[in-house]
């Protein structure tokens, strides 16, 4: 037992945190969602600034019309340890993501909307992707309001100087 | 586990200065260790101090912000102004909690 004179206490570094993180989420599946949502929900709670990027089918993320229905296949990912045929039968995909989806629920995560509407919550930037946005023909009348914008590629790189980055 | 003293109380803490016995806490302790952090203590902090407290009790880890928000109402937002840019590891500070070990 030891006693000091000046108290022991954590160091929160609040003056000291100018960390930044930039995230590009380019997967619209299920499980490809998560990974990039649930560290910027954690540097969020660091102090860190945090920036998503929605690319390709990550696009799908803050679609209005797909983000609540992201499926999970077994098709092409080994890391199921089931034979690859099964995958393909009918009614696999629906069963595959109504099991991911409860195992994500039983851990106390949140489905993706409701994961995004509390990274914006926390403070965190969400950006569209101008060409994915173009290619599909979408607006910002199409995505979740937790969008600021629809950028292009370099307006990322700009945004998101000296950050560190992540890419899903 | 070392002693350290914050405004007169002595108190059991880890390493980083979290306290360790939880029945070392009060109200009174709350707004020293607040202080300690910057942060002067409201009632509307306390009440989330007192829904940790006893979520603690109950699950026998410390909530996330995730489940403030949900289980005890206080918005996200609303958490991250009242213990600014960290606000999990800070609430369970000022509450005499362990840090949490959820991920969301």
Known sequence: ?168 | MPVTTIAGHDVHVDDEGFLTSYEEWDEGLAKALAEQIGIDLGEEHLEVLRFLREDFTQKGETATLRRVSTVAGVPTKRLFELFPKKPAKKMAYVAGLPKPRGCV
């Open chain 1, 1 to 168: 037992m030891t006693t000091d004179t000046a108290p022991i206490l954590p160091t929160f570094d609040d003056t000291t945190t100018d960390r930044k993180l930039a995230i590009i989420c380019s997967k619209g599946t299920l499980d490809m969602a998560y990974p990039g949502l649930i560290l910027a929900n954690a540097a969020l709670g660091e102090g860190v600034e945090t920036h998503i990027f929605f690319t390709f089918w990550g696009f799908d993320l803050v679609n209005k019309k797909t983000m609540h229905d992201l499926k999970f296949t077994m098709l092409g990912n080994t890391a199921t340890h089931m034979p690859q045929g099964l995958g393909g039968l009918p009614g696999m995909t629906a069963m595959a993501t109504s099991r991911l989806k409860k195992s994500i629920a039983e851990v106390g995560v949140p489905e993706v909307p409701e994961l995004l509407e509390q990274i914006v919550d926390s403070g965190g930037h969400l950006w569209a992707c101008r060409m994915s946005a173009e290619m599909n023909h979408l607006t910002m009348d199409d995505l979740t309001d937790g969008v600021e914008a629809i950028i292009s590629a370099g307006d990322f790189i700009e945004k998101t100087e000296g950050a560190q980055v992540i890419f899903v």
